[in-house]
């Protein structure tokens, strides 16, 4: 049984491989963001809409919109939000940052919170982006900073811990 398992899990990452070099990397941001919020607990979901805002991003935000904008999370909806500069943002669960320039300020507006910030800039793990993406051997990863995680009042489950580079 547990061959059986190994195989199609190897079989899996290959598949998934194959079809990740196939995407473009806003695409792929895209689904992996969709994917956190499954493995990430908020201090309240009593909101209706779980908001996920982009800041700079229109390719992620256009994608994140067409393919998760209205659809359910648990008693949420999720919606989609593109904002310009960080003196925009609203509350959101999720940000979704680009602009090196923005970066401080938007760490400042959504401080205390519980909003995860997501990056995908070199060294912004360890500037306080909660995760980072981050190619390592030319590979897309992402970083995990407990402490920014910590200070917004978030739980990850061990499972997104596990497969994270931790900071």
């Not at 935000?61 to 209205?70: D, P, Q, S, V």
Request: charge should be positive; aromatic fraction near 10%.
């Amino acid at each position: 049984m547990k061959k059986i398992i190994l195989i199609l899990l190897a079989l899996t990452l290959m598949i998934g491989s194959t079809f990740a070099q196939e995407r473009p990397i806003h695409e792929i941001y895209s689904m992996m963001m969709y994917n956190f919020t499954r493995y990430v607990q908020w201090p309240s979901d009593n909101e209706k809409e779980f908001v996920i805002g982009v800041v700079g991003n229109q390719d992620v935000y256009k994608t994140l919109a067409a393919w998760y904008n209205g659809k359910p999370k648990g008693n949420q909806t999720y919606v989609i939000k593109s904002f310009k500069t960080a003196a925009e943002i609203t509350d959101c669960a999720v940000v979704f940052v680009d602009r090196a320039t923005e970066f401080e300020a938007i760490k400042s507006k959504v401080k205390g919170k519980g909003t995860l910030i997501i990056t995908a800039k070199q060294g912004y793990g360890e500037k306080g982006s909660g995760i980072n993406f981050t190619t390592v051997d030319n590979k897309l990863k992402f970083e995990l900073n407990q402490k920014a995680i910590e200070a917004s009042n978030l739980k990850v489950a061990g499972t997104l811990t596990s497969m994270a580079i931790l900071i």
